[in-house]
């Protein structure tokens, strides 16, 4: 990345979309290679990089409950940190061969989220209609763990939205809002990191002054975004979420019709 112009406005796009059912690596990808002229693979290993930024700005907000699940402090932060462990490792064991052998085009990750965000449209007005009263809370279990990690790992393709599919699992298994963001936010931390400092090792990306600075403004613009997003779960009725990110997956997929 050889721009201030271009950092500036990646490091804004990565902050914004990271934590909603939007491709951050999908828009990414237009953005450099359209407006900027940089070539596909540059703007995939530059928008994986600027994970390292919101993976940072999760770190920080979260940084009571992560010093928490990290000490063991509780049997539930204790069993946290064995999952987010799992997740992990799938989430590399899954998204690492497509990252480096697999050719998967974005509109194939954008039609995917399409088809998610019908689902979850589907979910929530089906919640519209129950009564609060019949509706139970969840629980992180192994299976769903497991699932978890593997969506994650999936989300590299481009396209497809970490967050959006994370969250999208999290409330179809009846998990509300808030909780269904902040599970999926703890989840993005050991990943983001992992991804951005493997990236750097095992493809010997060298990230210049540009690099960091757009990471710099991702940290700041997704710190203050998590904060909007949890506050809006708590405001806003479960199924008017769903509905919502639903919505927001099917227009993010739209544009590729005219093509």
């Known amino acids: 990345m050889d721009s201030l112009t271009a950092s500036i406005i990646s490091g804004l796009l990565q902050g914004l979309l990271e934590w909603l059912p939007v491709s951050s690596e999908g828009n990414m990808v237009i953005l450099l290679t359209q407006l900027f002229g940089y070539g596909v693979e540059e703007t995939l290993n530059t928008s994986i ?11 920080i907000y979260f940084r009571e409950p992560v010093q928490n699940i990290l000490l063991m402090k509780t049997p ?7 999952r987010l462990l799992v997740m992990t490792g799938l989430t590399g064991l899954v998204g690492f061969p497509i990252f480096m052998f697999l050719n998967v085009s974005a509109p194939l990750g954008e039609a995917l989220l399409a088809l998610t965000g019908v689902a979850l449209i589907a979910t929530g007005l089906i919640q519209r209609q129950a009564s609060k009263s019949t509706r139970e809370g969840s629980e992180l279990s192994w299976p769903l763990t497991i699932l978890l990690g593997v969506a994650q790992g999936l989300a590299i393709i481009p396209g497809l939205s970490r967050s959006g599919i994370t969250t999208s699992i999290l409330l179809f ?17 050991p990943a983001s990191f992992a991804a951005a400092f493997g990236l750097m090792i095992v493809k010997g990306f060298q990230p210049d002054m540009y690099s960091g600075f757009a990471a710099i403004v991702a940290a700041l613009v997704g710190y203050l975004t998590i904060g909007r997003l949890l506050a809006l779960a708590r405001e806003v009725s479960f ?12 227009l993010a997929w739209l544009p590729n019709l005219a093509f």
């Open 49 to 59: 990089f600027l994970h390292l930024g919101t993976g940072l700005a999760a770190l």
């Open 76 to 82: 539930e932060d204790k069993d946290m940190f064995y």
């Open 173 to 189: 298994k009846n998990f509300d809002g808030e909780e269904a963001f902040r599970v999926s936010f703890l989840m993005s931390i």
């Open 239 to 250: 199924w008017k979420i769903c509905v919502g990110l639903g919505t927001l997956s099917i």
